[in-house]
């Protein structure tokens, strides 16, 4: 009936996929799939029938590896240094966003502080 078998872990809301469904949707071999869980590229859990899937981030992870070795041509330690780079860049996009909400937030909380200063200072030059 179901084209793809779609399980849900135990302890988690997310779907997961078993290796075959997995490795169908990201459109690489099953022997593939093992081989980069393998290098560490994709992590891996239980389901709970005790086979193991892969989360729908790790497919989305499994197309990049695809794209990247087999299309640029890429070996698995470069795939898996250009990963861990990319990841680290998405991390310091997002402490930068973080840094300038703070600093936008500061702005705003010295501008009120001088708005109230300001006013302090009218009222004591009129009294």
Known sequence: MNKYQVVL???APEVHFDYATAASLANI???FLRLCEGEE?????KMIHGKKGLRFTEVKKLKIIRHLHDDMGFSLDAVDFILRYRRRL???KHQLEEQKKQMLTK???YE???FELRRQIRRLSEG
């Open 41 to 45: 590229l994709i992590s891996c859990r």
């Open 107 to 109: 702005e705003q909380q």
């Open 90 to 92: 998405m991390d310091l």
């Open 112 to 114: 009120a502080e001088i």
């Open 29 to 31: 071999s099953r022997q």
């Open 9 to 11: 872990y135990s302890d």
